[in-house]
């Protein structure tokens, strides 16, 4: 047996792509499992996008890539940030990564040292924890739960930071919880971190067109007071429905900017030419299939919420946003179908996947036990045959 190094020993595996792999497992074997599990667009990539990946084949861009990313890329990214986010920035700020997962992890390992502090209000999505630990940095968790609506308080954040603090990092609309941060919260959150002027704001806004507020997004990269110490994490994964294409970006100070390229210059390179180029077309062109994808998410989140309202035991927030809906299942912990005990929130999702056949997630790998995800990024009628298989399975629960 090799030994393995105890900085992936002790990392945990992605509970959310372990998920749905187990359900791919069991789908293989032909049980007709309903994947709620892996938060993905359900739709395929519009076609101008996938046209101008064919052109890019063509043409020849088949040679490794700049490290941050093709220059005409970042110039894209920048006119989106301008356009749809009222923010300035140059190219040069842009780092191209292969997915917002990489982007971020990039910008954690460039910017935190060991034991230093990043908070991270919680529930929060899966990779977060780890990316912090990869760094040998210290998570300070800021529980929030459905009560409050997921949301951090300004009160909360202060209790969190201190010397120590490097970074807070936010996700808005968020996943797992599907939380939507208005302007004036957000300012609140702001006039907190603006007594911290050493610590760095991660935004995590790669659900930024997920919105179901029905008002404009506003981007933690347009307060004054955060000037020169914001990262901006987005991509195409989610506005696009191009999760398997792997393009997401950070938009930083320069001096992080820089230290990101160094870095993935040294353990990826640039990210895929192909990629990139069909990543160039979803920002240039109309943005029509943006808002086209949006409005069949909203419509989903207003069946699922619908459907789940009519569980008994089950409560729920109102998602204003992303595709997840985090149910609160504290009524079932304790009760039994049969021999099998739910001793939490773990146990009740592994019975859904093995008597429902729903494929959920645990809300212990957002840092929420006492919860489950259910991701509704699928059709009606999955949505409606998932919840029907759910209500019933939990209803033989006693
Ligand atoms: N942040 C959040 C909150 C996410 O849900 C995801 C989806 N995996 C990512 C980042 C990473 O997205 P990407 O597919 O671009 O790596
Ligand atoms: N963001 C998605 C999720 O949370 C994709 C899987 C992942 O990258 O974790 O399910």
New binding site residues.
Partial sequence: MQKISTRVATLAQSQ?LAMSQKSNELKAQGVDVINLSV?EPDFNTPAHIKAAAVRAIGDNFSFYTPVPGYLSLRKSIAAKLSRENGLIYAPEQIVVGN????A?CNVILATVNPGDEVVIPTPA?V?YVEMVKLAEGRVVEVPTGIADDFKVTPAQLEGAMNERTRAVLL?SPS?PTGSVYSAAELQALVDVIARYPDVLVIA?E??EHINYTHKPFTSLGSFPELAGRVVI?N?V??AYAM?GW???YCAAPVEIAKAVTKLQGQYTSGASSIAQKAAEAAYDASQDCVEEMRRAFERRRDLVVRLAREIPGLKVNEPQGAFYLFPEVSAYIGKRAGERLIENSSDLAMYLLEEAHVATVDGAAFCAPGYIRLSYATSDENIAEAMRRIAAALGRLV
């Fill in positions: 959310t938060g997915g917002a997962k990489q971020l999505w990779s996700c996943n995590d790669i659900y994490i991509g994964s989610k999760t792997r393009i997401g």
